[in-house]
């Protein structure tokens, strides 16, 4: 959770989206990704 709210606040601001950015290679990107579809997946489950 700690780092969506980091993504969300990265966004915001300039210097944080600039830093963010370049952050963002293929594979942070990918590992990312790849986190919060299994973490959809297992909210879906609770829901259903």
């Known amino acids: 959770m700690v780092t969506a709210t980091t993504f969300n606040i990265n966004t915001r601001y300039d210097d944080y989206k600039n830093s ?6 293929p594979e942070y990107t990918k590992e990312w990704r790849e ?3 299994l973490n ?7 829901i259903d």
Not at 40 to 46: G, H
């Open 20 to 25: 963010f950015w370049k952050k963002c290679t």
């Open 35 to 37: 986190k919060i579809i």
């Open 40 to 46: 959809r997946k297992w909210i879906k489950k609770l």
